[in-house]
């Protein structure tokens, strides 16, 4: 008996215990932290100067840890996950062969690459008991860039920048609206979940007060996705948790000022029409800003109400039968109404359908139409586009990273896109149906560690979160933003860790000597690619201030780290034509499309390098790879005018 009684030495073993295992789970809250509040801050991670420190610093993590430890609680799930992630990025690399475009391809091995090693060095790093941090950390990031973002709103004059663009959507420091919605989304169902499962009291408090300003920042995106993928992943949340009466109380507790927050932010003129002056926005931002401070504490203190029930009253099952019995009869009679007025399941299919195939409002001055409207905005012809292009390239695809390139081939493409706007239309047209295999095979692997950790009080939460991230990249192109992404893979390694059994091993020698192997080809890679890429970048940085002879310093050091792209010499070119030496700028345009003669933009510059007939064959090519190209009629007839006004001034 006397092993069961409370003395003051196994207290104290007992703190010791946990504070170990506090800092054995620590690191992989600080990297997975510290790579998403990196890459997101650096515009989501879309540019490829991101990508080679993301990744070398990601894997020098797995290397370091495979020299220094090598003791981890990882099993077999988590190396089904990372391998098909490896496996994705490997089908990648080897599109490369295949591809329309081995330049593009070679830049989508480098962003799978950040993917892969975010991934390994979470999974490796993590512990299951301290999965709790983990999940706090990454709200806390997500809250933090949130709250700068919604900064920049509220005070416009002091943190705004206008981005034509985005058009007064919220947009920084991702860059992009609906990937800042789908990203706020994600922390707004995670800080329910913090609210609803979390046993700490500081935890629930926080977490309400940060669904305020997620929920405010979300809104100000005016991003439809993002609301509707918010909407599916608090339905799964609900659904996989057994404690719902929990969960919909913390949703009720939180919702409600998180809610007021938006209803308030939306009746303000100044902040959700494009045509605002400056100074009334400004006023109207202090005053929100006041307003959403007040709320926020409401939602601090909704998370502390929780918490204070859930631990003095007991919930009888009467109450938790009568409760669920409610929403059924409440959900019944919602689709009794919505029959009623829109017809039957067919008929609704076919009218939501067609609003979502019809063209965007027209009245874009105020933003708040926007949110409803249902209209894809020209997203079934981008995926109608796809599957042209997988029709075209059935076998492999087109090689990834391609969909710009055979979008501006099509004589319809009326609007100039990289992305199709779908992970799963554009995976399924560039790397095939192998390719999409893969991708859904490893995004899955997360779902199952759900069900298998079904009773881990942070699953629901998360697995609405990832849920959410899923269903927004089917309908946009989440996926190019790699901090965006990486952001829903940690997720996704949490459910992972979440079904582990808890035991600690050592990799055996062997293993850890092929993983610092592959860490070190991989880094190697990682480190030409971000050298190659920030050499192409300074390279147009120096063209743009007229500084020639760095311009092509830059544009020499690049060719020399990229020897299988054509931009280096496009870029080259370039510096020369602004020096006004058309013929080494000719020269250069020439080599790049030796290296690439898909590139339409490569033929465009030639032509305006050169004259004559060879001009003529130039704009040729250049309509003949991009027919619809405005830029290309527009400078064709600059041109056209320059060799007139040319004639017209020779003496005859």
């Known amino acids: 008996m006397r092993g069961d009684v409370a003395t003051p030495e196994s207290a104290g073993r007992r703190h010791r215990f946990a504070h170990a295992d506090w800092l054995a789970g620590a690191p992989a809250s600080v990297v997975a932290g510290g790579a998403i509040a990196g890459l997101v801050s650096a515009q989501g991670g879309y540019f490829p100067t991101s990508w080679g420190w993301a990744s070398t610093a990601l894997l020098w993590v797995v290397g370091l840890w495979a020299v220094a430890s090598g003791r981890t609680e990882a099993g077999r799930l988590d190396l089904v996950f990372v391998g098909l992630l490896a496996l994705l990025a490997a089908w990648i690399s080897l599109s490369v062969a295949w591809s329309v475009a081995p330049a593009l391809t070679m830049l989508e091995v480098q962003r799978a690459l950040v993917l892969v090693a975010g991934a390994a060095a979470v999974l490796v790093l993590a512990r299951k008991t301290q999965l709790g941090w983990l999940v706090g950390t990454v709200l806390l990031v997500i809250t933090g860039i949130a709250t700068y973002s919604l900064a920049t709103r509220l005070f416009p004059e002091q943190l705004g920048s206008y981005d034509p663009v985005a058009v007064y959507r919220l947009s920084e420091p991702v860059g992009y609206w609906n990937g800042l919605g789908i990203f706020c989304a994600m922390g707004f169902v995670l800080a329910l979940g913090v609210v609803a499962f ?108 929780v918490h204070v029930v859930e631990a003095r009253f007991h919930v009888p099952r009467a109450l938790r039968v009568g409760v669920a019995a409610v929403l059924l009869v409440a959900a019944l009679a919602a689709g009794a109404v919505l029959v009623d007025r829109y017809g039957s399941p067919a008929a609704m299919t076919e009218r939501a359908w067609d609003a979502f195939d019809a063209p965007p409002p027209q009245n874009e001055s105020d933003l708040n139409s926007r949110l409803f409207s249902f209209s894809s905005n020209g997203r079934v012809e981008l995926w109608s586009a796809a599957r042209d292009i997988y029709d075209e390239h059935r076998a492999l695809g087109s090689g990834a990273g391609t ?250």
Do not use: N
């Open 198 to 305: 979390e046993t700490r009291v500081l935890g629930r408090v926080l977490a309400g007060a940060s669904s305020v300003v997620l929920a405010a920042a979300l809104y100000f995106t005016y991003s439809r996705g993002a609301w509707l993928a918010l909407a599916a992943g608090l339905l799964v949340c609900l659904l996989a948790t057994p404690h719902r009466l929990r969960a919909i109380a913390a949703t009720v507790a939180v919702g409600v000022p998180a809610g007021l927050g938006v209803l308030i932010a939306s009746r303000s003129e100044a902040l959700t029409q494009q045509a605002s002056d400056l100074t009334r926005a400004a006023d109207d931002g202090r005053r929100l800003a006041l307003v959403l401070l007040v709320l926020a504490s409401a939602g601090a203190f909704g998370g502390f109400l």
């Open 403 to 652: 969909f710009e390139r055979l979008w501006q081939q099509r004589g319809d493409s009326t609007v100039r896109v990289r992305d199709a706007h779908g992970l799963y239309a554009e995976t399924l047209a560039e790397l095939g149906i192998v390719g999409l295999v893969i991708l859904l095979g490893s995004l899955a692997i997360p779902l199952v560690g759900s069900v298998m950790a079904r009773g881990t009080a942070t699953a629901p939460a998360v697995t609405g979160a990832y849920v959410a991230f899923l269903v927004h990249a089917g309908v946009d192109w989440d996926w190019e933003l790699a901090g965006v992404t990486l952001t829903a893979l940690v997720l996704g390694c949490v459910l992972v860790v979440a079904a582990r059994g808890g035991i600690v091993a050592l990799v055996p020698t062997s293993g850890r000597l092929a993983l610092g192997i592959g860490v070190a080809v991989a880094s190697l890679a990682a480190i030409v690619g971000v050298l190659g890429s920030s050499a192409l970048a300074h390279a147009q940085s120096a063209i743009d201030r007229r500084d020639v002879p760095d311009a092509l310093v830059e544009a020499d050091r690049a060719r020399q780290l990229m020897p299988w792209s054509g931009r280096p010499w496009l870029v080259r070119g370039e510096a020369h034509l602004a020096a006004g030496d058309t013929a080494a700028a000719a020269a250069s345009f020439r080599r790049s499309i030796e290296i690439d003669d898909r590139d339409w933009r490569a033929w465009l510059d030639l032509a305006i390098a050169t004259e004559g007939v060879p001009r003529r064959q130039a704009l040729d090519r250049a309509r003949a790879l991009y027919p619809k190209s405005t830029e290309i009629v527009r400078i064709a007839a600059q041109l056209a005018a320059l060799e007139r006004g040319r004639q017209t001034a020779e003496p005859e």
